[in-house]
């Protein structure tokens, strides 16, 4: 009874390191582009922090989170810059977050399901991606949209929607 008892310990703390094992978590690497577009409205941040915890033969298990500095807006003009800076309330809300709830397969791509924080508001959003595996790296490269009135952002010439791009590098670590 002994052996069998420890046989399937031995065996249950196999499967779970084999579980553990196919979890992989990523870093970002530079260059990485975060893009907007919208309207009248393009340019890109250049402050991405990332937490990225994926495993694309069972993606349910993954999870990302992210986080972009509103100061480091680059529309490529000052004063657009600073309207966008007043228009996500800066001062007050320094960051933009996302924090997935679910990722799934979808197809050959993915998504990720969760939550977008920007002005103090947060809303569900959801990030179509593709991961381009290349052993102990790879690129994530995805896009979701956002209507910026869904997040309190109301001035004048803000788009109806904004279509952002990711392309993000990774490497295991």
Same mark, same amino acid.
């Given at each position: 009874?002994?052996?069998?008892?420890?046989?399937? @310990?031995?065996?249950?703390?196999?499967?779970?390191?084999?579980?553990?094992?196919?979890?992989?978590?990523?870093?970002?690497?530079?260059?990485?582009?975060?893009?907007?577009?919208?309207?009248?409205?393009?340019?890109?941040?250049?402050?991405?922090?990332?937490?990225?915890?994926?495993?694309?033969?069972?993606?349910?298990?993954?999870?990302?989170?992210?986080?972009?500095?509103?100061?480091?807006?680059?529309?490529?003009?000052?004063?657009?810059?600073?309207?966008?800076?007043?228009?996500?309330?800066?001062?007050?809300?320094?960051?933009?977050?996302?924090?997935?709830?679910?990722?799934?397969?979808?197809?050959?791509?993915?998504?990720?399901?969760?939550?977008?924080?920007?002005?103090?508001?947060?809303?569900?959003?959801?990030?179509?991606?593709? #991961?381009?595996?290349?052993?102990?790296?790879?690129?994530?490269?995805?896009? #979701?949209?956002?209507?910026?009135?869904?997040?309190? @952002?109301?001035?004048?010439?803000?788009?109806?929607?904004?279509? @952002?791009?990711?392309?993000?590098?990774?490497?295991?670590?």
């Amino acid at each position: 009874m002994k052996k069998i008892t420890y046989s399937l @310990i031995i065996l249950l703390v196999i499967s779970l390191s084999a579980f553990a094992l196919s979890l992989v978590t990523y870093k970002v690497k530079s260059p990485y582009e975060v893009k907007f577009e919208g309207g009248r409205i393009s340019g890109k941040f250049e402050t991405l922090k990332a937490n990225i915890q994926f495993d694309k033969a069972d993606p349910g298990q993954s999870k990302i989170s992210a986080s972009i500095d509103v100061e480091s807006i680059a529309t490529g003009f000052f004063i657009k810059n600073n309207h966008a800076k007043d228009a996500l309330d800066a001062d007050n809300h320094p960051t933009i977050t996302f924090s997935s709830t679910a990722v799934s397969k979808n197809g050959n791509a993915y998504q990720a399901v969760g939550n977008l924080n920007m002005k103090g508001v947060t809303k569900p959003v959801t990030i179509h991606f593709t #991961f381009d595996d290349k052993g102990n790296e790879g690129i994530f490269k995805g896009n #979701f949209k956002v209507k910026p009135k869904d997040f309190n @952002i109301t001035r004048n010439g803000s788009p109806d929607e904004l279509t @952002i791009s990711l392309t993000v590098p990774v490497s295991k670590g």
